[in-house]
């Protein structure tokens, strides 16, 4: 008889366990998604070990997709969702609600082998557009330039172009790449080369930050708001989050969170002046 009721205690623990358990899907930027949020989900777990996490960081245009869709609870973007993307949403009944989470700052990479270090935000925005081609026209050693950028789904990709470029359009030679770390890894490659990326990602190897108008990028520099080319970060959700969404969008936002957001390289919500 005891037997039969340790049995029956277990088997009533496993089904409060289970019941508990709950799967939290979270797409989009891969700003937020390649570094930032699994290490806000790592230490979510360790508090709250009945959820699992589904994160696909593929760009915030599939975040802000998934949400009108249904398909995730919560939509990484590193833009604000654009009037089309709100129309298709209240067409469908979903209400966009945007959550800042961080604050990111773009700085352009080189090569580390490249001589340049340092350009004018003219030179900056001739260089992505292709309107210069050569280093040698910006003051560097002869070589055509080789521009690296992110794919058109990512809200960087549009970042960009609105904070660098006056909204024009690329280099038609630009190659897109399907996330910071993978820019890095290309201009790191070639001693020609030359691309963006967040605070988060400026330390790859074989790159250099260039310094812009003689500043550098810093996450003081963001917080002061002296840095031409920062942004905000959102989750997005379907209205007021709710279960473990609600509860994971608190702890990114909690102190413990914005702690772990400073030690990626982010700029906190509450830090910014």
């Known amino acids: 008889m005891k037997s039969q009721y340790i049995a029956l205690a277990a088997g009533l623990a496993l089904v409060a366990s289970n019941a508990k358990a709950e799967r939290l899907v979270i797409k989009g930027s891969d700003t ?39 398909t995730a609870q919560i939509g990484m973007s590193s833009r604000e969702a654009k009037d089309a993307e709100i129309a298709a949403a209240k067409a469908k009944s979903v209400e966009m609600k945007p959550i800042t989470v961080a604050y990111d700052g773009l700085g352009v990479i080189v090569n580390a082998a490249n001589p340049i270090t340092n350009l004018t935000k003219k030179q900056i925005e001739q260089i992505f557009t292709g309107e210069v081609s050569d280093w040698s026209a910006v003051g560097g050693k002869g070589g055509k ?8 789904s990512s809200g960087t990709y549009s970042d960009w172009k609105e904070l660098a470029m006056k909204k024009r359009d690329y280099a038609p030679s630009a190659q897109k790449m399907a996330g910071h770390e993978q820019i890095a890894a290309e201009v790191g490659k070639n001693a020609n080369g030359v691309g963006y990326v967040g605070l988060a990602y400026m330390n790859a190897p074989g790159t250099k930050v260039v ?26 959700t379907n209205g007021e989050p709710a279960g473990a969404a609600k509860e994971f969008v608190d702890f990114t936002l909690s102190d413990t969170g ?7 390289g982010f700029v906190g919500v509450k830090e910014i002046k």
């Open 145 to 152: 330039i080789s521009v690296y950028t992110r794919n058109t």
């Open 32 to 70: 937020l998604g390649a570094k930032l949020v699994p290490q806000l989900a790592e230490e979510f777990k360790a508090t709250h070990p009945e959820t699992t996490f589904d994160i696909a960081a593929e760009g915030s245009t599939t975040g802000i997709a998934a949400i009108i869709d249904g």
């Open 258 to 264: 914005q702690k772990i957001v400073d030690r990626v």
């Open 211 to 236: 310094s812009v108008d003689g500043a550098a990028p810093s996450g003081d520099a963001v917080r002061n708001k002296q840095w031409p080319y920062a942004r905000p970060t959102f989750y997005y």
